[in-house]
T-cell receptor
Framework: NAGVTQTPKFQVLKTGQSMTLQCAQD?????MSWYRQDPGMGLRLIHY???????DQGEVPNGYNVSRSTTEDFPLRLLSAAPSQTSVYFC???????????FGDGTRLSIL | AQSVAQPEDQVNVAEGNPLTVKCTYS??????LFWYVQYPNRGLQFLLK??????LVKGSYGFEAEFNKSQTSFHLTTPSALVSDSALYFC??????????????FGSGTRLLVRP
């Protein structure tokens, strides 16, 4: 049982480049979220989804897009990378809104 | 708007001593409250939650937390700390409201160091 799988684990981009962070879960969870973790700021919600075809914005959505075409996958797209997007990104999923989230091991992203 | 405060950046205790990691929250209605732990280079792992019912919640690894509605707090405690408890701890809150919103808000985290 893989749980929540994030790829890649590490990535270095140049300013202005675009890329997609992948997230997949094999637990048939309806709820999925993307967070970024920055020192001293905890985790901040970027976007979330309550089911296939449904997405919504979190606290810090600017510069990021998401889509949810299947229950399993929830990719996060950086449209034009900026140094302020240097961070550790975590994907999480849960069965219901009051259930614990399962987290991936993160993608460490550096924007030069 | 929802918010969570973890007033201590770091808590230091000796192994075998009790510890408390503090968390206060703000929501407009009733809360769902969670504690997570993060070890180096890993994602967050669930420790315990309060949804409804008994105010004292027991979770993984000997931790427990007490929901205090009047003080809007959900402090994490353990009676005897272990060196292996050293990690980063996060409190999180979501408003208990039946709608499509799913905004789980995290605190800034508290680093726990347990010395031998």
């Amino acid at each position: 049982n893989a749980g929540v799988t994030q790829t890649p684990k590490f990535q270095v981009l140049k300013t202005g480049q675009s890329m997609t962070l992948q997230c997949a879960q094999d637990m048939n969870h309806e709820y999925m979220s993307w967070y970024r973790q920055d020192p001293g700021m905890g985790l901040r919600l970027i976007h979330y989804s309550v089911g296939a075809g449904i997405t919504d914005q979190g606290e810090v959505p600017n510069g990021y897009n998401v889509s949810r075409s299947t229950t399993e996958d929830f990719p996060l797209r950086l449209l034009s990378a900026a140094p302020s997007q240097t961070s550790v990104y975590f994907c999480a999923s849960s069965y219901k809104v009051d259930q614990p989230q399962h987290f991936g091991d993160g993608t460490r992203l550096s924007i030069l | 708007a929802q918010s969570v405060a973890q007033p201590e950046d770091q808590v230091n205790v000796a192994e075998g001593n009790p510890l408390t990691v503090k968390c206060t929250y703000s929501v407009s209605g009733n809360p769902y409250l969670f504690w997570y732990v993060q070890y180096p280079n890993r994602g967050l792992q669930f420790l315990l939650k309060y949804i409804t019912g008994d105010n004292l919640v027991k979770g993984s690894y000997g931790f427990e937390a007490e929901f205090n509605k009047s003080q809007t707090s959900f402090h994490l405690t353990t009676p005897s700390a272990l060196v292996s408890d050293s990690a980063l701890y996060f409190c999180a809150v979501r408003e208990a409201r039946v709608d499509s919103s799913y905004k789980l808000i995290f605190g800034s985290g508290t680093r726990l160091l347990v010395r031998p």
